[in-house]
């Protein structure tokens, strides 16, 4: 069966990222996952569900915010499967829940570290090897509903959110002439383990706010990610796409 092409997603061991994956899996792109060590057995399963639906997968263990380790697990990737076509930066940390004056300096760190820097690394050696490829390509990052709106007590979260819109409208600028679109989602509140942490609270929220009077969950996400990986999604760069069951309107 041939090949879509070669899609790399970190942050792909649970949540967002792992829905991502295996519908990227189903699209019929072989799919690259990306973790931290600690994840690497939940990987394992993962690429065995991406293998039994025919495709080809692997697993790369690397921290996204670690300039050495991101360039490294591209090349990885494309020693292994041939290529690069779809990069999903989806890999990222929830801060924690601190009033502004609070927050210490090692908290903004950490999250931006994961959260902006992390896209930025994935976006550029993903592009640095599109554009050598000369076959186009999409990236694709994970924004927020905090990277539209600002959320008290979390500072450090918001920015980070906010930073990947910027990278994402930079990036398509300059990698348009490429062909190689960059987009980001931006979701509301979503059904994974993260959420779990306060999910009594943020459903209560997000259900009155919403339309829908739902919370969303991750296939949802995956289903916006699986289009913009996607030919049909050709003409759209630049764009952080809200999918938040209408919490907020752009």
């Known amino acids: 069966m041939s090949s879509k092409g070669i899609a790399l997603v970190t942050g792909a061991a649970q949540g967002i990222g792992r829905s991502v994956a295996l519908r990227l899996a189903d699209d019929g792109f072989d799919v690259a996952v990306n973790d931290v060590s600690s ?5 394992d399963v993962l ?6 639906k025919g495709r080809a997968g692997s697993k790369h ?6 300039d050495e380790q991101v360039k490294g697990m591209v090349e990885q990737v494309v020693e292994k499967h041939g290529g690069l076509d779809v990069m999903v930066a989806n890999a990222g940390v929830v801060g924690k829940n ?13 999250v931006m570290n994961v959260n902006a820097r992390g896209p930025f690394l994935c ?28 959320s008290s007590w979390q500072a450090p979260y918001s920015a980070s959110k ?17 062909a190689i679109t960059v987009n980001a989602y931006a979701p509301g509140a979503i059904d994974t383990d ?3 942490v306060a ?12 339309p829908l009077k739902r919370i969303g969950v991750p296939q949802e996400i995956a289903d916006l990610v699986s289009f913009l990986a996607s030919k049909e999604s050709g003409f759209i760069t630049g764009q952080t796409i809200s999918i938040n069951g209408g919490v907020f309107f752009d």
Request: charged share 25%.
């Open 39 to 43: 994840n690497a057995e939940k990987l």
């Open 98 to 110: 601190l009033p502004f004056h609070e927050v210490p300096v090692e908290e903004w760190d950490r």
């Open 47 to 52: 690429v065995e569900e991406i293998q039994k």
């Open 61 to 66: 263990i690397a921290d996204v915010s670690q």
């Open 199 to 210: 999910r009594d609270m943020i459903l209560d929220q997000m259900m009155k706010r919403s």
């Open 162 to 178: 906010f930073a990947v819109r910027g990278i994402t409208q930079a990036a398509a600028q300059e990698y348009g002439p490429y």
């Open 194 to 196: 993260i959420l779990s």
């Open 123 to 150: 976006y550029k050696y993903a592009g640095i090897q599109m554009i050598k490829q000369g076959r186009g390509g999409r990236i694709i990052g994970a924004s927020s509903l905090a990277g539209k709106q600002g």
